[in-house]
């Protein structure tokens, strides 16, 4: 009879060497095929993923198979409420993009200089102020403070073309929230302080995957109400 490997780790066995700093960790062989897909969406790269369940696990040191299935559900959850918000990043930065070009041409009909040969030109001084371009966004200033108007225009109007959207992508993020607070209540009673440390561990080193390059919903928010 052949010998499986054993999965979980005495407790009286000393502990595994951890891996040299320039390695990266992974999951132990014999657990990875235990834990099912990653049900990653097209886009996202697997190997990033695979990276941060071993990151994770390494930081929390998971004693068998159990303790395992906990931080790859932990994991997973926190994948997809950081992928909600990239696609909240996304949104936002498309209905700005929207917003800002419906506003100068508001400004240019305003200033009696409409022609819709210049729709090209905005879209491109739009995209330059999206990139951060400086003259950009001091031409668009001085244009839309020609014509009564500002840049402050722009976020009640982008809040409001993405309302119903981004009300369903809280909704979204709340119940991935709501599902990983009950696993990690599982993990609390299973080792006692080890749903904090695996709480930490995973957001830590998930939000590290992600950057925003456009304005917060927040920020957004706060520039609509005091527009009001």
């Not at 990690?184 to 749903?195: D, S």
């Amino acid at each position: 009879m052949s010998s499986k490997p054993p999965l979980r780790v005495d407790a009286g066995a000393p502990a595994p060497q951890k891996p040299a700093s320039d390695q990266s960790p992974v999951v132990p062989a014999h657990i990875r095929p235990l834990l099912g897909p990653s049900w990653l969406i097209e886009g996202e790269d697997p190997q990033i993923y695979e990276e941060l369940l071993a990151r994770v696990g390494a930081a929390v040191d998971p004693l068998d198979v159990i303790d395992w299935l906990l931080v790859k559900d932990v994991v997973a959850l926190t994948w997809q409420i950081q992928r909600t918000r990239r696609h909240c990043d996304a949104l936002m930065r498309g209905a700005r993009r929207a917003s800002m070009i419906k506003l100068l041409q508001v400004a240019c009909s305003r200033l009696n200089s409409w022609d819709p040969k210049l729709e090209k030109e905005i879209e491109a001084l739009v995209s330059d102020w999206l990139a951060g371009d400086k003259e950009a966004a001091e031409g668009i200033e001085s244009m839309l403070a020609q014509s009564g108007l500002s840049i402050a225009d722009v976020a009640p109007q982008t809040l409001t073309l993405i309302a119903e959207e981004l009300d369903r992508i809280d909704q979204q993020t709340q119940r991935h929230e709501e599902r990983r607070d009950k696993i990690l209540q599982q993990i609390e009673r299973r080792r006692l302080g080890w749903a904090k440390l695996v709480r930490q561990a995973s957001e830590e080193v998930v939000d590290a995957e992600f950057t925003e390059t456009a304005p917060t919903l927040a920020e957004d928010r706060a520039r609509a109400k005091a527009a009001e």
